[in-house]
């Protein structure tokens, strides 16, 4: 007997070629790239734009502003009524008289009362330590001044600012030297 490569009873079967699709691959890509180049085109033009919206508006409703006071019931102002501030410490010093030096109206002398304000406590050992040394500073400062440098207002802001880069100066190894704010006047008598 004969053998054949084909068995009685099945026709031979060639292997089919895959359909073949109407378009080229490269057509059938292009309208996906278009879809991802737009989808990429939006999220980097629209998603910024969205931040930043969001972000402005953020801070434009949250109504509060770094000049402004704080509202009711804000985080911050429920940390601000917890923690309150100092008060002012204020030393008074005694009453200074000195003769000024001469205007054209003679003889002049000036009677002035001055308190330190300051932010700590530790500004009133620190004058009492050192007070002949400031009595002497603030004496020598007031005798050489005019009256006419000191009656305006002017001249007593000015005046106040020299007292208290001279009240410094015997503070300045201690920590009080910073804690002074200023000098005011409790009295001021020019005669």
Known sequence: MATSATKPGKPATKPLPPPEPDTEPDEAAAPAKKKRSL????????????????????Y???GETPEAPHKPGSAK?????????????????EPFTVNLQQD?????????????KA???????????HMPEIRNRVLLLLSSKKASEITSL?????LSADLTREIVQPLAGTGAAKAL???LFTSFVIQ
């Open 77 to 93: 102002a429920a940390t601000a009524k917890t923690v309150p501030a100092k008060p002012p410490v204020f030393v008074t010093l």
């Open 39 to 58: 989808l990429k085109l939006a999220l980097l033009v629209v998603l910024p734009l969205a931040v930043a919206g969001g972000g402005g508006s953020w």
């Open 104 to 116: 054209d109206a003679g003889p002049q002398y000036l009677q002035v009362g001055l308190a330190l």
């Open 181 to 183: 704010d200023s000098v």
């Open 119 to 129: 932010t700590d406590e530790s500004l009133i050992e620190a004058t009492k330590l």
């Open 60 to 62: 434009f409703l949250r």
């Open 154 to 158: 002017e001249g007593k802001k000015t």
